[in-house]
């Protein structure tokens, strides 16, 4: 199996607190030059804090910026499935190559309620759609029997598992060598090498944003049977992912990193934590320790 390497890109601001698309196309291309796909809209995207129209509007520059030179996937979730499917649909209208769906937020579902509100958007659209976990944002965990089930559908692709636990990775594992064409990728950034090595489709990476070359070699040498430079690769990864989200909440910090690199990405928009001098001091020295720079 050949492994995939989505970025779930930054979603650019101006001082303003508007989009800034301009600059958001850059990162676009810079990812796509290291050879990275695109996940936009996602929990490192600031989705939580940019309106309907927004959404559609980023996507739009998104997909027209990548002009298939790389696949894009985009999130539609939202806390009801109405609003959800909405989404969905003008995700399909402007064609993406997958829409993920993260499980409701601030509203409590059963299983059952998953099952619903997945099936129901995956209903109600042509674009593959991709369940998307990560219970300690949202409060809501799809577990590994309701993957399964949800699997069988015949417009549900994969997942997202952004759950940080090796035991639930494992037991998605377990679902996609069950049901041919369920493709899982990993999210957390220090199992990359280990989810591919398991049979992961790849990864949709937040801290590809500030390291896309590294994330690109660690898919490249595992796709070219190189275990050892992906080992390689994958360590330097692991330990700036520890010396960075030591600091803090990760997608703020993924964000402040990159910001510290380009600041045309500008800050997330508020009640988003305000620049930290100290804190950007620790972060400019972990980025100088790794030969990070603009």
């Known amino acids: 199996m ?4 989505f970025v779930a890109l930054v979603t650019c601001f101006r001082d303003d607190e508007m989009i800034d698309l301009e600059a958001t196309r850059r990162q676009v291309r810079r990812q796509v030059e290291s050879g990275n796909n695109i996940m936009c809209a996602g929990t490192n995207g600031d989705f939580s804090a940019l309106t309907f129209e927004e959404k559609v509007q980023l996507t739009e520059a998104v997909v027209d ?6 696949k894009v996937i985009v999130n539609a979730g939202m806390p009801a499935t109405f609003e959800t499917l909405k989404l969905a649909r003008e995700f399909d209208r402007i064609g ?9 937020f601030f509203i409590q579902a059963t299983q059952d ?17 991709y369940l998307y976990d990560i219970p300690a944002r949202t409060q809501n965990h799809i577990e590994p029997e309701t993957a399964a089930k949800l699997a069988s559908h015949g417009n549900i692709a994969g997942i997202k598992d952004s759950g940080g636990a090796q035991e639930t990775l494992e037991a998605y594992l377990g ?4 049901v041919p064409g369920f493709a899982v990728y ?3 950034d220090h199992l990359v090498h280990w989810a591919l090595r398991n049979g992961a489709a790849g990864c949709i990476s937040g801290l590809g944003n500030v390291m896309p070359k590294v994330l690109a070699a660690i898919i490249r040498a595992f796709n070219d049977g190189d275990e050892a430079e992906a080992a390689r690769q994958q360590e330097i990864f692991g330990n700036f992912r520890k010396d960075l989200y030591g600091l803090g909440y990760p997608p703020a910090l993924v964000k402040r990193a990159l910001f510290l690199m380009d ?10 934590l305000l620049p930290d001098p100290a804190q950007d001091e620790k972060i400019r020295s972990i980025l100088e320790a790794y030969s990070l720079s603009a």
């Open 65 to 70: 910026e990548v002009g298939g030179a790389a």
């Open 175 to 178: 679902v996609g060598r069950e």
């Open 113 to 129: 309620g998953l099952i619903r509100h997945f099936s129901t958007v995956a209903d109600g659209v042509k674009t593959p759609v």
């Open 96 to 104: 993406v190559d997958g829409i993920a769906v993260i499980t409701p």
């Open 263 to 272: 600041p045309s990405v500008g800050a997330s928009r508020q009640p988003a």
């Open 186 to 188: 990993s999210g957390p």
């Open 2 to 5: 050949t492994g995939q390497a």
